[in-house]
T-cell receptor, first 118, second 113 residues
Framework: DTEVTQTPKHLVMGMTNKKSLKCEQH?????MYWYKQKAKKPPELMFV???????INESVPSRFSPECPNSSLLNLHLHALQPEDSALYLC?????????????????FGEGSRLTVL | GEDVEQSLFLSVREGDSSVINCTYT??????LYWYKQEPGAGLQLLTY?????DMKQDQRLTVLLNKKDKHLSLRIADTQTGDSAIYFC?????????????FGQGTTLQVKP
């Protein structure tokens, strides 16, 4: 199984709603990521979890709240979002290097959740 | 700071070769990557090259790395209409094990029949 599965594929929410994006992988990867991608732009890193602990937060506003319940799951909780938060949210996973050695760093991406904030 | 640059658009005819270029800044990058994104889809890793290599070939894809000039290129031989997509080069950032990648702006490849 080399897939990263994201749900839902599409989400429309109002600025006062609370919703969550979900991501799942069964490749045994211990690093998981959230990226945000606007149309015709590269993905921008939001969060990195390594061994289920948050290791990187790229100064993301607190209205985005990540959660990593276990090594296979990654959630992104959304609350009080703004219209400019509308984007494609991509989840990815990768191996983590062992004891000073690095894996290839290859990221496996899901198909994304397309979020529209009204 | 880290930065990756690509030209934004390339148009070729079906059957021709395509060459997409990229320059990067982080000389400590261990791996460099090419990802493909089709409309409405996530990113798919096409290939990667280890920083101590000059060239890597994988079927129709050839990656060339000039480490001195920090220049990376992707050549697609016999380009097909199914190759139409956005191509992102990416470098691994710093020495962290977390696999943080810095992406270029993406090159839109248009293949005309």
């Amino acid at each position: 199984d080399t897939e990263v599965t994201q749900t839902p594929k599409h989400l429309v929410m109002g600025m006062t709603n609370k919703k969550s994006l979900k991501c799942e992988q069964h490749m045994g990867h211990r690093a998981m990521y959230w990226y945000k991608q606007k149309a015709k732009k590269p993905p921008e890193l939001m969060f990195v979890y390594s061994y289920e602990k948050l290791s990187i937060n790229e100064s993301v506003p607190s209205r985005f709240s990540p959660e990593c319940p276990n090594s296979s799951l990654l959630n992104l909780h959304l609350h009080a979002l703004q219209p400019e938060d509308s984007a494609l949210y991509l989840c990815a996973s990768s191996q983590v290097g062992l004891a000073g050695l690095r894996g290839t760093g290859e990221l496996f991406f899901g198909e994304g959740s397309r979020l529209t904030v009204l | 700071g880290e930065d990756v640059e690509q030209s934004l658009f390339l148009s070729v005819r079906e059957g021709d070769s395509s060459v997409i270029n990229c320059t990067y800044t982080d000389s400590s990058s261990t791996y460099l990557y090419w990802y493909k994104q089709e409309p409405g889809a996530g990113l798919q890793l096409l290939t990667y090259i280890f920083s101590n290599m000059d060239m890597k070939q994988d079927q129709r894809l050839t990656v060339l790395l000039n480490k001195k000039d920090k220049h990376l290129s992707l050549r697609i031989a016999d380009t097909q209409t199914g190759d139409s997509a956005i191509y992102f080069c990416a470098e691994s950032w710093g020495s962290s094990n977390t696999g943080k990648l810095i992406f270029g702006q993406g090159t839109t490849l248009q293949v005309k029949p």
